[in-house]
């Protein structure tokens, strides 16, 4: 494949290709070996529309861990700010050698057509309410090197579903998988085509934790929300939030996820947040081994699997 633009576009042979191959790396870098050569030469741009602090960053370190050359570009200080438009911005970006794009855009569908236009590969790092695959890619494998295989694993994912592209993404490679996921969030917070989502769905989260592997909270996007449409925090987080009491409620095997960034005190208590059970930070540093992974394999890395 050229392009990662969906969770929907991989196979599970196609994912568990990705997931081994970032297993494979993982292995290269215990053994402290920090940098490959395997694609010096090669250009990848990042090209940020919208703000990012984790996916920009894990781009760009794992580009270089592979020996790309990295440019990174973000629309604010650009000439966006002076009118030039997405396709122009990419034409110019794809003058300068770019062999592969990492896209952010608030506009879903950004990445999809920014692939009609350039020569190189196009990976959506999150567009719109739509799609962030590699975050499902990163926590897929997270979860894989916590808990084992993924087939018939509980997976429970809660809160602003409307706005979560990470939560589609996850729904969807998930399923892939053959993981179980049950979306929960108040009946404000889904989007009316969730009935269609290869996933169960709930209102009650008191209900599913016990039954879950796998509790991922999800942000409450006020900046995607009309102001009117605020939840208030003290009631949000009575109903929908990972606190102390809540997690007792869960297995002792779970773990707790969140994509970040998080409303510490909202969506997850700080405690929460910070303990064991919690896959945050961790999920932060798979996020590079499994963009190298995605990176290396769209631009032509060969099978790693049982190389090393
Ligand atoms: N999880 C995630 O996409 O974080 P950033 O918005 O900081 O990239």
Redesign the pocket.
Known sequence: KRHLISAADLTRDDALLILDTADELAKISERSIKKLPTLRGRTVVNLFFE??????ISFEAAAKRLSADVINFSAKGSSVSKGESLKDTALTLEAMGADAVVI?HSASGAPHRLAGWVRGSVVN??DGTHE?PT?ALLDAFTMRRRLGPLDGRKVTIVGDVLHSR?ARSNVLLLATLGAEVTLVAPPTLFPVQVGSWPCEVSYDLDAVLPKSDVVMMLRVQRERMNAAFFPTEREYSRRYGLDRDRVAKMPDHAIVMH???MNRGMEIAAEVADSPRSTIVEQVANGVTARMAVLYLLLGGADLRGEI
């Open positions: 703000d990012s602090t984790r996916t920009r952010r790092a999150g962030h975050q990470v994509p970040g960034p």
